[in-house]
């Protein structure tokens, strides 16, 4: 978020929508992990996974569930809900659009406003890991990274 301080008035208007995409949603926090892993692993944002990953594990993801992700391999989700959330997320990052299934299930689940909290959180983390990636913020000296290319 270091890049935010360059730009102020932009920085804060999205600090201030990625705290209430984060905390202030309809969506289970364990939901919103696996769609900001998804995001993340999708873009390679080694920061993002970095941060994220252990969120997920500490809200609930299984440990198989958040590799796989991380391996871009499909997860072996137990729960429906998960997977669910997973698939709109993994469209949203490959295509930028929902087939009608997917939709479908996540709109039951959510309902209108989770979806569009959902559609969102997805967005602001494409922009998060853009940002990362193109400022190429580094991990903590002693973190490995996920990705060995990126």
Known sequence: FNAFV???????RMSSLG?????????????????????GARWQAEFEWWAHAPMARE????????DAIGRGEDP??????????????????D??????????????????AGMVELV?????YTLVSFL????TVPLPPDALPMWADS
């Not at 809200?59 to 958040?66: D, L, Q, S």
């Open 6 to 12: 360059t730009a102020p008035g932009a920085g804060r």
């Open 132 to 135: 990362l990636n193109a400022f």
């Open 59 to 66: 809200h609930g993801v299984a440990e198989a569930v958040v």
């Open 120 to 124: 969102s959180l997805c967005g602001y």
């Open 76 to 93: 072996p989700f137990e729960a429906d809900d998960e997977r669910a959330v997973y698939l709109v997320a993994r469209q949203l990052g």
């Open 19 to 39: 705290a209430t995409l984060r905390f202030g949603t309809s969506i289970e926090r364990r939901l919103s992990e696996i769609a900001i892993i998804t995001i």
């Open 95 to 112: 295509a930028g659009r929902l087939d009608q299934e997917t939709y479908d299930a996540a709109h039951r689940l959510l309902g209108d």
